[in-house]
């Protein structure tokens, strides 16, 4: 089947407007996780589900990013009162699970984020 | 905290020459420790993880806990090895992955 697929692949916006970055899981993937990628910082992660939960949101980096999933599929990633320091690919990953734990993460193309 | 240093930003090599990535991790339990790797213009995919000892592509990385170190090596490199590689971290029975900030492998023909 299809691989985790992202909504924009691209996204240029003005300072301090909102964003909403869609995520695609592999269908039957319980766990999904959002990262981001910045030059020279490396994937930072941002939070994770299980299911539509968020065990751990302690990546996000203020108040102006949140996450929901919902029906244990799609996740949208929202950021607002976008800064400049924003600008990254934000990459979403899903994993089927696998005894107590979970398989490798499946990586969508991500969508890069400019903010001007 | 769990914490992934991977020391060099750039590695240059000769086609054919040894490559080793190295990676460092802190963390006081047992982890999971994997490399990932990015080609150009491709998605971030898992190359491999200690757990299965495998070898992938001709890379093989053991885990050290006495130097906690993960380190990537490969007898010889190809060309199509250039790409960037990630070590990564994730914690017994949590599902938070820590990752390295990245080397990136230039092998020269």
């Known amino acids: 089947g299809a691989g985790v697929s992202q909504s924009p692949s691209n996204k240029v916006t003005e300072k301090g407007k909102d964003v909403e970055l869609r995520c695609d899981p592999i269908?039957?993937?319980?766990?999904l996780y959002w990262y981001r990628q910045s030059l020279g910082q490396g994937l930072e992660f941002l939070i994770y589900f299980q299911g539509n939960s968020a065990p751990d949101k302690s990546g996000l980096p203020s108040d102006r990013f949140s996450a929901e999933r919902t029906g244990g599929s799609v996740s949208t990633l929202t950021i607002q009162r976008t800064q400049q320091e924003d600008s990254a690919v934000y990459l979403c990953a899903s994993s089927s699970r696998r005894g107590s734990g979970y398989n490798e993460q499946f990586f969508g193309p991500g969508t890069r984020l400019t903010v001007l | 905290a769990q914490r992934v240093t991977q020391p060099e930003k750039l590695l240059s090599v000769f086609k054919g020459a040894p490559v080793e990535l190295k990676c460092n991790y802190s963390?006081?339990?047992?982890?999971?420790l994997f490399w990932y790797v990015q080609y150009s213009r491709q998605r971030l995919q898992l190359l491999l993880r200690h757990i299965s000892r495998e070898s992938i592509k001709g890379f093989t990385a053991d885990l050290n806990k006495g130097e906690t170190s993960f380190h990537l090596k490969k007898p010889f490199a190809q060309e199509e090895d250039s790409a960037m590689y990630y070590c990564a971290l994730k914690a017994g029975g949590y599902q938070k992955v820590t990752f390295g900030t990245g080397t990136k492998l230039q092998v020269i023909p």
């Open positions: 269908s039957g993937h319980t766990a």
């Open positions: 963390y006081s339990g047992s982890p999971e």
